[in-house]
């Protein structure tokens, strides 16, 4: 990659959430190992965000590149429809095992957001098939379900910036957020609002979805789990299936292999994406329960209303296979609570820091909320410069490394962030 190369990007290619006449600065990356991301004038970054919480087990992985290059060698893709093969089947076996009974019915897809799209229609359809016309949704404010029209709809109205799209969105219930924390006091209070409007609109209400115990996107806050189970509670008393999304928290980040388990409660619709392949490929899974499956199999289209041409992608399923094989030898766990440990002891004393309005540390997931808003661009060249890679947000530096990062990395990661923090140029003060 030149300059010439840096310069063609920069005038047409569009990255996440940017401007094309004020673009941030974007780091050209050639090749990435482990926890490092090597730039294109030799220098290393140790990565600090796994890919947005997808690539948990480090780059290029030998063993994934391997379960990759066998598929390959037998077939890139087939259509799933009228077709199956033994990638699917032997994922499908491994998702069916390692989640809770009920979950038994699965969809493949390419993104997480269309898993978020896949379970809404499938709560709609399996009201429609009861002959019931139930088209809302209830969810928490500070929620992130992705960037389609139906996900950004149940996403947080302000951070989702839904007054773009006004009158394009269907409009939602959005409880307020939990405020308990997970590790604080639980406060029968924090509940009230959203049972208030499960009690009211009873009757319109199609699913309950919500993120699992973090808040991932909406400003990674991590709710307290008497939230979710009394939220389990209201939709069996209300019989209103209960759409977990576990996008950002499934396969070990906060601790436990899907963050639902810390309240003890199974969902009626489970969805899966980022981390299920390893952070090789685009993937994602919806899985439901029987019933939730065969009413919408008895309704009047005598289907689900979906097929994406890429479902069920070969090389997705069997690189999502072998990523499930790596977390199934059980090192995850220690390396999941070894990095919590040290996210707590070296990040919590940050809280002194004028700049830090708060620190919060789940699993292998570190937030710093600075009291200021961050200059993205400024704050990045900074870590470019130190050799570590972070993308903060708004005032928020976060943290959620591979959870094959050594201890020294982590130090070094934390002791650049610490850094930052007395850099005024990295703040909008
Ligand atoms: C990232 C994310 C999504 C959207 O997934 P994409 O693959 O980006 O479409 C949905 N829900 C949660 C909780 C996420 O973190």
Redesign the pocket.
Known sequence: MNQYDIDFDLKHIWHPYSSMINPITCYPIISAKGIFLKLNNGKSLIDGMSS??SVIHGYNNTRLNKALNKQISKMSHIMFGGLTHPAAITLCRKLIHITPEQLECIFLA???????EIAMKMSLQYWQSLGENRKVFLTIRN??????FF?MSV?DPQNSMHSLYKNLLPIHLFADAPKCTFESQWHQDDIYSFNKLIDQYEKKISAVIL?PI????GGMKFYHPEYLVQVRKACHDYKIPLII?????GFGRTGKLFAYEHAGIIPDIL?L??SLTGGTM?L?ATITTRKIANTISNGQSNCFMHGPTFMGNPLACAVASESINILQEHKWKKQVLGIQKILRYMLYPLKEHPHVFDVRVLGAIGVIECQYLININNIQRFFVENGIWIRPFNNLIYLMPAYIIDKKSLYRLIAVIKKSLDQKQCFIL
Request: aromatic share 10%; net charge negative; hydrophobic share 30%.
């Open positions: 947005w919480w390419d993104s997480g957001s269309v898993s978020v929620g992130y379900h992705g960037d389609t996900a996403s993120e973090v808040q991932g996107a999304d576990e996008i950002a928290t969805c994406g980022k685009t994602s």
